[in-house]
């Protein structure tokens, strides 16, 4: 790489799981950076944060790394994007310090940058970031989700934000592989957010013109592994005990609200720890049955001590493990929340009916934005991780009679279409 040969923007997929950057120049594109020495693949960042204190902070694979050398002590931060729509979330406590969610996202962002710069050796200060086609189907709530985002990038020290939806880049990145003009649906289906772009192209790429609509909406791999754990591992933590409380008359069973704390990674990471553990105090003091007291004991543990993430990560592991076989098992192996469940596809599929109806339904407005038939698409085009489900396959294929299914890099097609995109950009700088 000589002196001129760096780039001058760069293209950023923040994710609800990973995160990737690229980057260009006005005459190239350059291969995404290797921004995270310690992962299995140094070019995905895993889109998580780590507190020990507010003056020890780690991100990507070292920040899973130090939550477990530091005995689950601290606080790890997943899945944050989920929070940018939401108005209910604007500050969390890290130390002694009150952070808000855009200054999270400027930390991650930050890193993001500068291990870029130096590995590209250049001062970048342009960026292109990814947002899905909806953060939210408010339209305010999208709105705020991407000024919190562009905030966000400025406190990571970006002057320049340009703002691209992550399936017209997954498109950018497709076109390269086409012999002639074709009719193409992109299903982008990550971690936060199922998108979706219905687009005429040809091998030199595409106008604005030829992009006949975008539509997405925030349910996703997530949801589906919320739904999971709502349905399979949520009675290991109490879900279904009862309880009195005093002077009442009532046999009460679990709140709603814990229960869906249970079944949202998200939340889980960002809980306020006092108040749920007051809660689970007061259920624990007025349960009926005494063989229920283990379980919320799992619960108040899960919560003291943080560990929703390595229960994320046993039903992540345990749904993908369904793309393959026809049974596994869940397994949660630290011992203050150790349960094994046997679960088969006939039962994640049963259990995240809802949610692959919601994302289906999401490609079919898609086509009504666009004014398009169902069988006029010609080439169904997926990525991201959870387009590897083999029912939500089906489902999406099903909806397309005379399209032939396409994938591309789970990872990687977003952030190297952002990098052409990126590249445009540049041209316009120079």
Not at 117 to 137: L, Y
Not at 193 to 214: C, I, P, Q, Y
Not at 420 to 426: G, H, L
């Amino acid at each position: 790489m000589n002196d001129r040969d760096v780039p001058s923007v760069f293209a950023i997929d923040f994710g609800t799981s990973n995160s990737l950057l690229a980057a260009a120049s006005a005459s190239r594109v350059f291969a995404p950076a290797p921004i995270d020495p310690e992962a299995s693949d140094p070019t995905v960042l895993k889109s998580a944060l780590y507190f020990m204190s507010l003056e020890e902070a780690s991100f990507g694979a070292s920040a899973t790394r130090a939550l477990v050398e530091n005995g689950f002590r601290g606080r790890l931060i997943r899945s944050i994007k989920r929070h940018l729509p939401s108005r209910s979330f604007s500050k969390t406590q890290i130390g002694s310090r009150q952070l808000s969610l855009e200054d999270l996202v400027g930390a991650f962002l930050r890193v993001m940058r500068t291990r870029a710069c130096e590995h590209f050796g250049a001062d970048v200060t342009a960026v292109v970031m990814g947002r899905p086609a909806r953060f939210s189907s408010n339209d305010e709530d999208d709105a705020l989700a991407e000024e919190r985002l562009r905030k966000a990038a400025g406190l990571a020290g970006f002057t320049s934000v340009t703002f691209c939806p992550e399936p017209l880049a997954a498109a950018y990145d497709f076109a390269a592989d086409l012999s002639e003009k074709r009719v193409v649906m992109i299903a982008d289906l990550g971690g936060g957010t199922s998108d979706f772009t219905v687009v005429r192209m040809e091998r030199n790429g595409f106008d604005a013109k030829d992009v006949l609509a975008t539509h997405g909406l925030s349910v996703a791999g997530d949801a589906m592994d919320g739904a999971l754990m709502r349905r399979v591992g949520a009675p290991h933590f109490g879900s279904r005990a009862q309880y009195t409380v005093p002077f009442g008359h009532n046999d009460l069973t679990m709140p709603r609200k814990l229960i869906e704390l249970l079944a949202s990674p998200a939340d889980l990471t960002l809980v306020d720890r006092k108040k749920v553990l007051g809660e689970l105090t007061m259920i624990k003091e007025g349960l009926i049955r005494k063989d229920d007291r283990p379980l919320i004991e799992r619960f108040v543990a899960l919560v003291e001590d943080g560990l929703g993430f390595p229960l994320y990560e046993a039903i992540e592991a345990g749904k993908r493990g369904l793309s393959d076989a026809e049974r596994c098992t869940i397994t949660v192996t630290d011992p203050s929340i150790a349960f094994e469940e046997s679960i088969d596809r006939a039962l994640l599929e049963s259990t995240t009916a809802n949610e692959v109806e919601a994302i289906v339904g999401s490609m079919r407005q898609t086509l009504e934005k666009a004014g398009i038939a169902a069988g006029e698409v010609e080439i169904l085009c997926l990525t991201g991780g959870t387009s590897r489900m083999p029912l939500l396959m089906k489902a999406l294929a099903a909806e397309l009679p005379n399209a032939k299914a396409r994938r591309l890099s789970s990872f990687h097609s977003v952030v190297l279409g952002l990098a052409k995109r990126a590249q445009e950009v540049a041209a316009t700088l120079s």
